[in-house]
């Protein structure tokens, strides 16, 4: 079978019956706006990668040690220790890939509770809608009509470990119906792809006087989607999920009592295997495989790993080395303005190696607060013109339902 995808012909290739690794291949290397041409690194349900809420978003994908607010459970669970209100909600939605594709969107809830002053849990729930994709037969007459879905669902709970500091842990189940109605060119009915995983953060926060102005310094670290690999025709054609570091920090200044700058800067690497280089014929072009059936790798290591092993060994499996190591970290820049905590005006960078996927965009975003309602909006820009983002907009919604202080630990509440 071929896979036809109604409205785009960019997602071709991503459901290919030509083995489930491919398939992850190009799904991942699509869906996230990347250059296909590249040795990029790859991974099953990519959708858990992208930037759900505008505020992160506007300001170049930043956020593992940006103030925190309830969409901390995607960057640094760690952070929601730190909320002051005790119960906030935040939606946002993503129409993805909307410059070639009409029906695909990403929508993000995430809420949190504060259960005292130094113990928070936190809920959310990502939904990835692919549309509508018409199956025909070699011949090209009309299949049925499959709509593919993934989703994911996390809590949370983050505890402060003092003054500054705190830690977060996230367990997240992720369901992946790509293939469910499709058969593979090996004859396997396509199945639902289902996985667990979890995230650990660190965050420290410290507020400081500089040059005579009150101000915050703030970092984090968080290590997400930590679980096993996903499959979605058999055992042997697992493919690993986006396990991700994220290290950063954050600087705050209050110019007056009405205004404020924040300046953010993360970086990110992913911790899965980096393709490695094949053995090619010399006349037909083909990759050489060995008697065993596996394929000859000229240079790099054997991708099929174990979590660990793929986790650890991604720091040095690059086929070229260190120089290349160096290439596969994403960086992330951004600014954030605040007029009296009710206006917002956010720019950002985000810079991936061309070698790896080459995503290089600005961005840009407004914010909006009125008592416990917010709203945020994000723009992207893509250096590269035509590019596969261009014009992605995002929309959050903010509630912070009740804003009064949570008591602490030991302490009674004085609503008694």
Do not use: C
Not at 14 to 41: F, M, Y
Not at 137 to 151: A, I, T, Y
Not at 223 to 239: C, F
């Amino acid at each position: 079978m071929k896979y036809i995808i109604r409205n785009s012909f960019i997602l071709g290739v991503a459901l290919l019956s030509l083995g489930i690794s491919q398939r992850a291949l190009a799904q991942a290397q699509v869906i996230l706006g990347q250059d296909e041409s590249r040795r990029v690194i790859t991974t099953a349900v990519p959708f858990l990668a992208i930037s759900p809420d505008s505020r992160a978003s506007g300001m170049g994908d930043v956020g593992v040690a940006t103030s925190p607010d309830a969409n901390a459970t995607h960057w640094n669970p760690a952070k929601l220790a730190y909320l002051e209100p005790s119960f906030g909600i935040s939606g946002s939605f993503t129409p993805w890939l909307s410059k070639v594709i009409n029906d695909m969107s990403i929508s993000y809830l995430s809420a949190y509770k504060k259960i005292n002053q130094q113990q928070a849990l936190g809920f959310s729930m990502r939904y990835f809608d692919l549309g509508d994709i018409q199956l025909t037969d070699r011949q090209g007459n009309l299949l049925n009509l499959v709509s593919p879905r993934e989703f994911s669902l996390a809590a949370t709970f983050a505890l402060q470990l003092g003054e500054n500091l705190s830690a977060g842990l996230t367990g997240r189940f992720i369901h992946s119906n790509l293939l469910s109605g499709t058969t593979s060119a090996g004859g396997n009915d396509g199945q639902a792809g289902i996985t667990g995983a979890a995230d650990v953060g660190i965050y420290y926060t410290k507020d400081i006087v500089f040059n005579g102005r009150e101000g915050n310094w703030a970092f984090g670290a968080n290590i997400s989607n930590i679980g096993a690999k996903i499959t979605y025709l058999s055992e042997d054609q697992a493919d690993f999920i986006p396990t991700n570091l994220r290290l950063g920090g954050a600087f705050t200044t209050y110019l007056d009592p009405y205004n404020k700058l924040t300046f953010a800067l993360d970086f990110n690497k992913l911790l899965v295997p980096t393709p490695p280089v094949y053995e090619r014929d010399s006349i037909t072009g083909g990759i050489v495989f060995l008697p065993n059936g596996q394929p000859s790798i000229l240079r790099g290591r054997d991708p099929n790993r174990g979590l660990l092993s793929g986790m650890f060994g991604s720091f040095a499996d690059a086929p070229d080395g260190f120089s290349e190591e160096l290439q596969e970290i994403m960086i992330g820049a951004g600014v954030e303005y605040w007029y009296n905590d009710l206006f917002a005006v956010r720019a950002g960078y985000f810079y991936e190696n061309a070698n790896k996927g080459n995503r290089k965009y600005f961005t840009a975003g407004l914010g909006l607060r009125y008592q416990v309602f917010g709203v945020d909006f994000a723009y992207l820009l893509p250096q590269q013109q035509n590019h596969p983002l261009q014009e992605t907009l995002r929309i959050s919604l903010h509630f912070d339902i009740d804003s009064r202080p949570t008591e602490s630990i030991g302490e009674e509440s004085d609503l008694n």
